[in-house]
């Protein structure tokens, strides 16, 4: 295994527009010039929602993930090699070799079982169709780029052993990638500063947590809606064999992923 391995996870509800873009990319030149390698991961769900109302698509959501027939998947697939496209040219101009990845080249995915939700007080099974899970990793491939100085820029399609292709949950498929390669830290990249006690009340965000506390939180309502599949994607990452995962705010105007090789307390850090 490399040491010194980062994976970062983004989506654009947290990485929104150019300027963004380019300063997450000139914070990433900075970690790969002080000797860290980068594993990136991004999704799109904004994107993609936007361009299925302008085809007359309603976008679906369960329990924070989207069900995805053949017209979304289609759409999915479009939108995120273009954000893939944006992303490896705005690191190419901060000076960092990345190339595009798309989930299927580096993952093996299955496609996700029925899930149980309750809605209006019942409990109803609910086919999400056209979405998987990550079910192994060809890390081999990973630290090949890694070691010729290459950063992998992953977008979330996957695709099962017959190579039908397959809508990843971003954050899925972060906590995948980062299990299988056992990166040094998993970042996650959100649109708040980190988990709070209240989310009006910045100061009331936590610095550290463990598993048991997340899980107390949800229990309490504190954790709910679009958080929980991003804090159950660092439940797997770390029940995988990753030390830790930090959740940081994308619009933080100091920093966004430069402190995380500095010991500077930055976002909230999940540990088992």
Known sequence: MLDDVYLIKFGGNAISGKADLDRLSGEVAGLIHDGAKIVLVHGGGPEINAELEKKGITPVKVAGLRITDDATLEVAESVLKKINTDVVESLKVAGVMAVGVPGYFVTECVKKAPIIVTENGEKVTVDLQNVGDVVSVDIGTIEDLLRGGVTPVIYPIGASSDMKHLNINADTMAAGIAAGIKCREMIQITDVPGIMLDMKDPSSKQDVLTLTEVDKLIFDGVISGGMIPKVDACRNALNAGVAKVRMVNGKDPR?????????????TIITK
């Not at 920093?255 to 976002?267: A, L, Q």
């Open 255 to 267: 920093s966004i992923v430069s402190d995380v090789m500095r010991s500077v307390e930055h976002g």
